[in-house]
């Protein structure tokens, strides 16, 4: 059995009392699986693109177009790496210790800084800078 320590008086998973916790779980559960959802989606699109564009599929293209219209022709697979590195950043909070969040902050954005001076993926070349 576990509780929070700020309050006490509710008990996790207590089959003696009513535990809406399965409920809230299966909620959380469903709430992380869109976003992971449309980032699978995501990959796929960026690795169907070059397939699609050799056979002249405008709906297709039409249809991810607000994942593409920001980068550079060849530079699609860039959506599937901003994607990766927004999810990582969206976890950095879960870490309890500051400094770890810091450090691991760093570590994720120096690298995308770095790829991003290297390809200059960003259809806005002020975004390149």
Do not use: K
């Amino acid at each position: 059995m576990g509780t929070v320590s700020e309050y006490p008086d509710v008990i996790c998973f207590n089959a003696d009392r009513d535990s809406r916790h399965a409920s809230m779980m299966g909620v959380g559960f469903a709430a992380c699986l869109m976003p992971l959802a449309f980032f699978v989606s995501v990959v796929w699109a960026c690795y169907q693109l070059p397939v699609r564009i050799n056979d002249g599929d405008t709906r297709f293209l039409e249809n991810v177009r607000f994942l593409l219209f920001r980068f550079r022709p060849g530079c699609h697979w860039y959506a599937v790496a901003f994607l990766s590195r927004n999810l990582c950043l969206a976890v950095i909070p879960a870490l309890n210790d500051a400094i770890m969040q810091i450090i691991m902050t760093a570590l994720i954005i120096v690298p995308f800084l770095g790829a991003t001076l290297a390809w200059r993926p960003w259809v806005l070349q002020a975004a390149n800078a």
